[in-house]
């Protein structure tokens, strides 16, 4: 679908900047994806993540700068061209097809990708390589007991599986999740991690998520965004020690963890 | 409602029999019903089924609401009566049959010309795009009587060219033939259509047109093409009109037949594939029969219609397969009896409120006729106060039993839907 070009860049970010009237939301953002590399995207409430996202996926176009995808230009193309380059997202909130069935939501996905495009004289279920590749990313999401159950029907989890599973479905190597595991149970989160770790093998992954577990435990390097820039970007470990990640995001998290311990152990002392 | 869960299924022996039963019905039905107003309604209702089945590909299907559907069906029809005339000149040599598809590349033509413009949006504006271009073109019927035959409409003649195998169309049950033969073919690729991808991805575009974006889908191009299947269509009933009534007046394109097509596909249930075929065949009565029957007719239509709307969203289609389940777990024989009291409560307000409109139209309408009135059989005085009196007491004790009935008929569902839950429930614990 697309070659990785010689830098062996998947995603690059040069100087993305969006505004929304006088306010700047994304403030000359850079960034610089490896191919085959996972990425976290961390950063505080409004700092930019979710626009960050909708830019890179072509729902917005950015205000100024350059979006790189493999090599070439994307910034201020239609979602759907973006897609077909070879990146995929999933949403913050499900955001499936609610009157079709798990399978169907999953098959949509797939069509494009099989070139089936605008196709009214085959039948769907004469396309074997599309109804192959359907069936195994059911299984990849773990879903298949539920192959025809419709996907209103679903357990909040069972969405989230879906979504996960509509967006790789394509064989986009460049993936964008966002918020993935955000709403979930401690143990579901944990399989659901694992699911994507395998989903994902060989892929390009950037991923928004607040469970600083699931972030150490995931990602090759970190993207710490703050006020709509890359403060940090680095490997988990330089950016737990950096001093500046400390101040902006992380030291703030630790010490609400700490103010909240101490309350606690307080208000049972008491 | 569980409506949308489609199956994958390569082979399917209770399509076979429900499309075999179809034809059945299409090959037979002049048969039982033999004198000639039950065969003008056969085949009104032939060309119905295809018109309100392509209009449901963009409403049920699509999600598009469109308030313009008979352009495409009635510009249809006027490029198949003007080519009528034009083989009755001798100058074009198109067999009668294939007129219909005449009309069906006219639908297409035009679709493709002004869905450019419509399918641009989707939602609230899709909806007052198709209203404009409805008017748009109501309004050149009226500026180009060249083409449109101004008051009078163009009229022709079917018994033209070379008949053959000794079809003429001129018998009446010769054009039920080609109707129906139409009604068919066109039903059956229409179902065929929701069965491509392009038909799955209308789906998925009605369900949610942003996230069609993101699998690579341009979503406007989905909305074009069905856009233009549904006007060949459309066209199709157009053509076979023209052949029907071999005259075509400038309303066949109007806001009212758009209207009907609408109402009508609604009532029947856009929710399931053969919802508008009820539609279409409800479409046919209530113009024929029940405009014969009463002059309030339009009346009864839109209480219908609200009814409808409020209560049972999914149509008569929806209706019917939410009974299907039921019965298909056996439980259908535990609501009977609330079924019964549903229908005989609904039939007296139904009666009361029939006595009082029509004693209303009586007065309005036929006050030179005397007070009196034959109400199915019975004689109302509509001065006295006794009708009016009677009427309203049968309403409000029909109207207090139905809500009985209702809120018994509601908890006796309420059970039947929990045990039928309880029941998969088990299955899928096995």
Not at chain 1, 18 to 40: C, D, H, M, P, Q
Not at chain 1, 209 to 225: K, P, S
Not at chain 2, 142 to 165: H, I, Q
Not at chain 2, 250 to 258: I, L
Request: positive net charge.
């Amino acid at each position: 679908m697309s070659k990785t070009p010689s830098n062996g860049l998947a995603l690059e970010l040069r100087d993305v900047r969006k505004s929304f009237g006088k306010t700047e939301i994304i403030r000359g953002s850079n960034l610089a994806v490896k191919a085959g590399e996972r990425v976290a995207l961390i950063g505080p409430n409004g700092a930019g993540k979710s626009t960050l996202f909708n830019l890179i996926s072509g729902r917005m176009a950015p205000s100024s700068g350059e979006i790189v995808l493999h090599g070439e230009a994307i910034h201020g193309m239609k979602p759907y061209e973006i897609n077909r380059r070879g990146l995929a997202r999933s949403f913050q909130v499900s955001n499936l097809f609610p009157r079709l069935s798990v399978f169907e939501n999953i098959r949509c996905a797939v069509l494009w990708s099989m070139g089936e495009r605008y196709a009214f004289w085959r039948f769907l279920s004469n396309l074997n390589e599309v109804n192959r590749r359907a069936e195994e990313v059911l299984d990849m999401i773990r879903m298949r007991r539920k192959r025809d159950t419709n996907v209103t029907n679903l357990t909040y989890a069972e969405q989230r599986a879906v979504e996960v599973g509509v967006t790789i479905a394509g064989g986009s190597n460049v993936i964008l999740l966002d918020e993935p595991t955000a709403g979930m149970s401690k143990s579901e989160t944990a399989n659901f991690v694992k699911m994507i770790r395998d989903v994902t093998e060989g892929k390009t992954l950037l991923t928004v998520e607040h469970d600083m577990g699931v972030v150490f435990g995931l990602a090759d390097r970190i993207a710490v965004l703050v006020y709509g820039e890359v403060i940090a970007f680095d490997t988990p470990e330089n950016v737990r020690n950096n001093d500046r990640v400390k101040e902006a995001y992380l030291g703030s998290v630790l010490a609400e963890n700490q103010r909240a311990e101490a309350q606690a152990a307080e208000a049972a002392g008491a | 409602m569980s409506a949308n869960t489609y199956s994958f299924r390569p082979y399917n022996v209770g399509r076979l029999v429900l499309w075999s039963l179809f034809a059945i019905v299409l090959l037979v039905a002049p048969k039982l019903f033999t004198s000639s107003l039950s065969m003008t309604m056969l085949t009104q209702m032939g060309i119905a089924v295809i018109v309100c089945l392509s209009y449901n590909m963009l409403l049920g299907q699509g999600g598009m609401l469109s308030f313009g559907h008979a352009v495409y069906s009635g510009l249809g029809a006027f490029a198949a009566i003007h080519t009528l005339n034009k083989v009755g000149a001798g100058e074009w040599g198109v067999p009668v049959a294939l007129i219909p598809i005449v009309g069906g590349l006219a639908g297409l033509l035009v679709a493709v010309l002004l869905g450019a413009v419509s399918t641009k949006k989707s939602g609230n504006t899709f909806a007052m795009i198709t209203l404009g271009v409805g008017e748009l073109v109501w309004s050149m019927s009226l500026m180009l009587p060249e083409f449109f035959g101004g008051e009078g409409g163009v009229s022709s003649n079917r018994v033209v060219g070379t008949p053959a195998l000794g079809i003429t169309f001129g018998p009446q049950i010769q054009v039920y033939y080609l109707i129906a033969v139409y009604c068919f073919v066109c039903t059956v690729l229409m179902f065929a259509f929701t069965q491509t991808p392009l038909g799955r991805m209308l789906n998925a575009v009605r369900d949610n047109p942003e996230r069609v974006e993101f699998i690579g889908y341009d979503t406007q191009r989905v909305r074009y093409f069905a856009f233009m299947i549904a006007g060949f269509f459309a066209g199709i009933a157009g053509g076979l009109y023209a052949v029907n009534f071999e005259i075509v007046t400038a309303e066949v394109v109007g806001a009212q037949r758009s209207g009907a097509y609408l109402l009508f596909t609604f009532l029947g249930g856009s929710l399931f594939f053969f919802g508008p075929i009820i539609g279409a065949v409800l479409l046919v009565l209530a113009s024929v029969l029940l405009s014969e029957l009463t002059k309030a007719w339009l009346l009864y239509l839109g209480l219908v219609f609200l009814l409808m709307v409020m209560y049972a969203p999914g149509g008569i289609a929806s209706l019917l397969m939410m009974n299907v389940r039921v019965a298909a777990y056996g439980m259908l024989r535990r609501l009977w009896t609330s079924y019964l009291a549903l229908a005989g409560t609904a039939l007296t307000v139904l009666v009361a409120v029939a006595v009082i409109v029509e004693m209303i139209y009586h007065i309005k309408l036929n006050e030179a006729l005397g007070p009196q009135m034959s109400f199915a059989g019975v004689m109302l005085d509509t001065r006295g106060t006794d009708a009016w009196v009677g009427a309203m007491l049968l309403l409000a004790t029909g109207v207090g039993l139905f809500e009985v009935s209702r809120r018994q008929f509601v908890r006796h569902w309420g059970q039947v839907q929990g045990d039928i839950e309880a029941e998969i429930q088990r299955r899928e614990g096995l």
